[in-house]
């Protein structure tokens, strides 16, 4: 398969347009969990935090994940992110069974298919909004100025073409999380994994962060969303709730 990457022509209109015109159930899965447990060996005892996930999610969903403090949010973002893996059962990302991939094939996953946003920012705080982006691009075999149409096009994205030279110090807490969803999206990932993308924001700058995720989304993105967030939640197309390990749906 030719990644984006590889033919540098792919972009996420192109996958909107093919979106639009096939309906949920006969878009490609994403992600298919089967039986997917995650243990835990800590001295004399052993922790469950995930005990057989049953889960397929298609491209172009926007999941949200809520649930207790402790219920296995954080373990199954992991497994989605090649991050980990299952202690059994299995976890697809495409083609790909991550229990049984080898390292160098969850390398590719992670630097090609898989965007992060982590909670609280995770900015550099010496590095400029658009050093920050390029990061991300340290793996990618392009040339320099490839990787400079490229930070330019993501910091576009999230409307802060003006905000390059800016250090996060320089930056609002919204325009903070912007710079972070660019740098997860300027690899032109297949899914984009978000951990509580609100969670240190106002209500404006949340709403802010949400019209940019649901654009994404719209375009074509795949987004799993972990959110204490009733508000974050309440846009997503499909609601997940994980509580002792066990995954239940909670869409309405
Ligand atoms: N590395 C580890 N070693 C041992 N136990 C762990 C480890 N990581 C997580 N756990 C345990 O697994 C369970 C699930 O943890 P997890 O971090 O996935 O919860 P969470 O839903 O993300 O919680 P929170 O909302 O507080 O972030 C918890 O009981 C936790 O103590
Ligand atoms: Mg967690």
Redo the contacts with the bound molecule.
Sequence with gaps: MTTPEQNGQTTMTDTATTMAAAPRAERPSVYRLEGAT?T???KDRI????TGVDLEIQEGEFVSIQ????????????LLGALDRPSSGSVHLGDVELATASSAQLNRLRSEEIGFVFQGFNLIPTLTAAENVDMALEMARLDREERRRRVAQALEHVNLADRGDHRPSELSGGQQQRVAIARAIVKRPRVLLA??PTGNLDEGMRDEILVLLETLCAEGLTLIV?T?DSAVAGRATRRLR?AK?VVTDITR
């Design positions: 995650r835990y060996s800590q922790v469950k935090a995930l649930g207790p403090t402790g219920g296995g949010k954080s373990t199954l973002l992991q951990d509580e972990v204490h994980l390990g």
